[in-house]
């Protein structure tokens, strides 16, 4: 097992699909300068270079196939020896399992895990009254961010963004992810780590000012 990096105070940010992880995401590290970690980003990157990595990678995902976790690490492990990284990382969207975050503690020092909660039913709500508009790639919400007028013939929905789909990733995130928050939890127990769990209810600004006022004392 690699040995933990010497960079500290990384931040682990997770919730529900549709919680609005990403928007909060770029705002935390805006707020902290540390830079967003994104697996899926890294995949992407891994591929495109042809790295070792990368194309054990590519093998898999070109079957339809899950990556292994122990590609996942071996990417973040690499990602974390770059300079940038030497203050710290934000986690956005990893770990999703027990399994993760167990090996990601093994080379990554987490000081603060946050939990953005918002209720089944809302994210139902959200995810499936969005409308996407197809020229310019604009999302609006049928309820919280109405079209223009002048568009809303063109606009469409994608095609995950219907309450079956949700119910199942929802499904899947209660089963595999939020199980996180108790492990997380006992783990705070016995060490420096700071879980807090966040309303994600509100406004993006208001759940922004909620994240904001837990980071001053980071």
């Known amino acids: 097992m690699s040995a933990i990096s010497s960079q500290a105070s990384s931040i682990i940010l997770f919730g529900p699909p549709g919680a609005g992880k990403g928007t909060q995401a770029v705002r935390i590290s805006q707020t902290t300068g540390k830079p967003q970690i994104s697996t899926g980003d890294m995949l992407r990157e891994a591929v495109r270079a042809g790295t070792d990595l990368g194309n054990e990678a590519k093998g898999y995902m070109d079957r339809g196939l899950l990556v292994p976790d122990s590609i996942i690490i071996g990417l973040i492990s690499e990602r974390l020896k770059r300079s940038d990284a030497s203050g710290g990382v934000l986690f956005d969207g990893f770990p999703r399992t027990i399994a993760q975050a167990e090996e990601l503690s093994s080379i990554a020092e987490v000081s603060m895990v946050i939990m953005i909660q918002v209720p089944d039913e809302d994210i139902v709500e959200r995810i499936v009254g969005r ?9 609006y919400h049928i309820k919280f961010r109405p079209a223009p007028s002048e568009i809303l013939p063109r606009l469409i929905q994608r095609k995950d963004d219907n309450e079956e789909t949700v119910r ?49 004392v980071f």
């Open 168 to 216: 199942s990733r929802l499904n899947a995130y209660h089963q595999q992810t939020k199980p996180l928050s108790d492990w997380y939890h006992k783990l705070s127990e016995k060490t420096n780590l700071r879980v807090i769990s966040v309303d994600g209810r509100g406004s993006i600004d208001e759940v922004a000012e909620s994240i904001n006022l837990e980071l001053e």
């Open 131 to 139: 409308r996407m508009d197809p020229e310019t790639g604009d999302i």
